[in-house]
């Protein structure tokens, strides 16, 4: 039976082989490339892309990982169909099996059955990795074959339960085999050939594998030979609508030898070529690439996070750490300081008394804290809490981070990106206390000048003491009529009164000089400490906010980068 709607046999085994040649032609090294490269799409997207989106690629890696180190040199056909098709009979016809007494006769048992041409022991690896048991193996070549078999060396032939079993548990095991094999034989007969379950249920959901799919219409020898082509061609147009236009249709009958020549002669290219395995593979590759490609979209910048949005979150972040209330703090922190070491010494012990503006915060001098100790209190500072506003500038900066640095990602990545922005937010607190604390506000010392000017009060004031001691003297004697004292004299004024008067004015004098000057290093001590507090909590933003950003970005590059591999 060499009808093949309306081409000759030669025609049909011409194209199959011209479909399994030249540039489709698969290398085994390119193919485990791209296997490879949607491993790495898995790896880089598993904690970000939705587990089911990723369901094809896992099986994928599996099972090509696992073909691909099986036997290249075994060609796995499966024959696929409904019941009554008459798969068994073909694969007897084609094992020439007919007469022999462990030739599979129906009912089926709901599990496959394989035929190895050569030696089994090659394909011992393959048949249990494809689940076909010991006892349903058989081997075809035998010193008795002449050369007519040695063309379907390497060959692995699966009769197939079939797949419109009522048994839940065959159709299952069906599917399965279905994703193993290498090329697959769909066999129809005539009265079933339209079935709407075979082409909506199974050729259509085929499609990605049109280049590993032969159809046959099996029983040929039924039909009125005039009937013949034209079945073949509604056949044919069935197939088109199905999306397999371009796949192999022939007539085959398994009562009749003759009539599985061109079966056979496809079952020799395909085994021939060796191909079968790879482009089945590829195929999947293809598919599973496809089903990938709208998790994909443009490059995402993963290594700067735009500045202005970082300092924007810096902002919100200082706010709500209190660096503006802890600079103006460290500012009258070094006023008071000052005034202690520079101010009049009669007032600067009255001064003392009042208390240090950033010790009122808990925060110290110099030097950093034991953030690490365990046994830290929490808070450590006690610097006053957020408002609710704050609290909500820090949650809007958060977002907008995420929301700048995904803005050009395809779903599920702005999600992905938003929730690593969000998912240190509840150290964020803790974190920026103890950066605060552990900023050195730089108002632990004592400047020079501080001491210089304190010496120089020191002085003035032990000048106005010892005038003011001098003229006490003066008065005592005085009283007691003794012989007065006789005060040298600066001009027209007693020394002891210049000493007294000048002591005092001097004081006042340096004490209003140094005021200015106090100023101007209290605003510059600000400043710094402000700036010193900023890049602590900017670093607090980045690792805790940024950092999680930047490794999904990460990711999605990699991924993004592994999908174009894959797809090559
Ligand atoms: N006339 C004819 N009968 C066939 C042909 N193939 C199978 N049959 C018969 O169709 C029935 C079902 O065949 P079987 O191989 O068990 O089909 P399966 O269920 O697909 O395995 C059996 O009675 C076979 O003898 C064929 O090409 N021509
Ligand atoms: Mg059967």
Known sequence: MSAATGRSVGDLVGKVRDRLRGDRRVDPDALLARVEAVERFVRATTDHVPEDRLGPAHTLVERAGARLALSRDHTVVA??????????????????????????????????????????????????????????????????????????????????????SVERAHRL???????????????????????????????????????????????????????????????????????????????????????????????????????????????????????????IGPPAAEDDVDRNTVRELTDALAASAGVPAVAEATEQAYRHRAAASTGWPVVRGWRRLRPDPLRRLHLPGPGTPEVDDETAPTPLTSVPDPTAAQRSAVGLAVRAVAAKSSAVLPAPWPAAVTTAARSRLGDLPDALDRAVAGTDLGVGGRPVWWRLVGGLQWLVTLAAVAGLGWLLVGYAVRALQLPALEYPMIGAVPLPTALLLGGLLLGLLVALAVRPLTSFAARRARARAESRLRAAVAEVGREHVVAPVRSVLQAYAQAREALAAAGR
């Open 79 to 164: 024959l696929a169909g409904a019941t009554g098709s008459g798969k068994s009979s073909l694969f007897n016809a084609l094992a020439r099996l007919d007469l022999s007494p462990v030739g599979v006769r129906r009912p089926t048992t709901g599990v496959a059955h394989a035929c190895v041409w050569g030696p089994l022991e090659g394909a011992n690896r393959l048949l249990d990795w494809i689940g076909v048991l010991p006892r349903h193996r058989f081997v075809r070549e035998s010193a008795l074959d002449g050369d007519d078999e040695a063309a379907l060396h390497g060959l692995v032939l699966l009769d197939l339960p079939d797949f419109d």
């Open 173 to 295: 095991e069906v599917e399965r085999l279905l994703g193993l094999v290498d090329l697959v034989v769909w066999v129809v007969d005539p009265q079933k050939y339209a079935d709407r379950v075979v082409h909506t249920g199974y050729l259509r959901g085929f499609q990605q594998h049109r280049d590993v799919t032969v159809v046959v219409l099996n029983q040929a020898d039924r039909l009125p030979p005039a009937d013949l082509p034209v079945v073949l061609d509604d056949l044919r147009r069935l197939l088109d609508a199905d999306g397999l236009d371009g796949v192999p249709v022939l007539a085959t009958s398994a009562v009749d030898p003759a009539a599985t020549t061109d079966l056979r002669g496809i079952l020799e290219t395909t085994v021939t070529q060796r191909q079968a395995a790879l482009r089945r593979l590829a195929g999947d590759v293809d598919a599973v690439t496809a089903g990938l490609a709208d998790l």
